[in-house]
């Protein structure tokens, strides 16, 4: 199921992506009413594997031709992040080994984590501002592991079973801010800089997440083009080592780390950084085409 939050009147509403549509939950909801049919992705996470199931089954029910009021055309829709109140969004930085190759870091021997906070989701076809503190913005596509259960000391054979679902998402980095003190925060977590979307996809429609094309495009040339099998932590590795430290929260996003392609790792005098005007699509695989069109501050 794929699963989207769209801006209706200035809310957040849920919408289900089917092949007829993008079904509207709040409309369909007045028409067919459900007790407990959520109409917040929040809402569906935490309600596990019983809500999600009741959900399949109403959505199901309803008719998807695109004749009812509740149907919605996606080019139309107005998208959220879609992933809108994570308690925790954790960044993998240097997990793929072509990416620690170009930018001459060495193989972490432990995944080297980070974080970004909630200013920085932003949804798909959302305009990011280049803020005025940088020169340098980066692309970074990257496999968004979107959390279900709560995980504390996870085995790693069973890591996958605390997981929702799926996403992509860019992790837009400010280089010359992200760089020059030891800690990558300031440069990573600028207003906008964690395009999520334009679906969370669940678990049950992605077969191998280790095993996912990854894309991304500025202005339609290709930039990055890899596999999550070239990380060098897995998904199942990345949730068992967090959960050692801190409890995973349904809803808490992973970002697993970017794989080579990076504006950073050009010779120097090839690097041209993202500027205002520019439109960057990240992709991956069956996860869906995620852009961000940056504008001047
Ligand atoms: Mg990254």
């Known amino acids: 199921m794929k699963l989207l939050t769209f801006k209706k009147n200035g809310r957040n509403v849920l919408g289900v992506k089917t092949e007829g549509g993008v079904v509207d939950l709040e409309k369909a909801l007045e028409k067919h009413p459900h007790p407990e049919i959520p109409t917040d992705i929040m809402d569906v996470i935490q309600g596990g594997d019983e809500v999600l199931t009741k959900l399949k089954q109403y959505v199901a029910s309803l008719s998807l031709d695109g004749s009812e009021a509740y149907m919605l055309d996606e080019a139309d829709i107005t998208f959220a992040p879609a992933l809108t109140r994570p308690s925790k969004i954790i960044c993998v930085g240097l997990n793929y080994r072509k990416h620690a190759d170009e930018t001459k870091a060495p193989y972490p021997e432990y995944p080297v984590l980070f974080n970004k906070f909630p200013n920085a989701l932003s949804g798909h076809k959302q305009e990011v501002a280049i803020p005025k503190v940088t020169e340098r913005v980066d692309h970074e596509v990257e496999l968004g592991i979107v959390i279900g259960k709560k995980a504390k000391y996870v085995k790693k054979?069973?890591?996958?079973?605390?997981v929702f679902g799926y996403c992509t998402?860019?992790?837009?980095?400010a280089r010359d801010v992200q760089k020059r003190v030891s800690q990558w925060m300031t440069g990573k977590s600028l207003d906008g800089f964690a395009p999520v979307g334009p679906y969370v996809v669940t678990k049950d429609e992605i077969e191998n997440p280790n095993n996912l094309r990854l894309t991304t495009k500025v202005n339609g040339e290709v930039r990055q083009d890899s596999n999550t099998k070239d990380m060098i932590f897995s998904c199942e590795e990345l949730i068992s080592y967090i959960s050692?430290?801190?409890t995973l929260e349904p809803g808490d996003l992973?970002?697993?780390?970017?794989?080579?392609?990076?504006?950073?790792?050009?010779p120097i005098e090839e690097r041209v950084y993202l500027q205002p005007g520019d439109v960057v699509?990240?992709?991956?695989?069956?996860?869906?085409a995620l852009t961000t069109k940056f504008v001047a501050e």
Request: avoid cysteine; proline fraction near 3%; aromatic fraction near 6%.
């Open 169 to 173: 998402t860019n992790d837009l980095s």
């Open 244 to 246: 050692q430290y801190m």
């Open 281 to 288: 699509t990240v992709e991956v695989e069956n996860l869906g």
């Open 254 to 266: 992973i970002m697993t780390g970017t794989p080579e392609g990076v504006i950073l790792g050009k």
């Open 157 to 162: 054979e069973e890591a996958l079973d605390y």
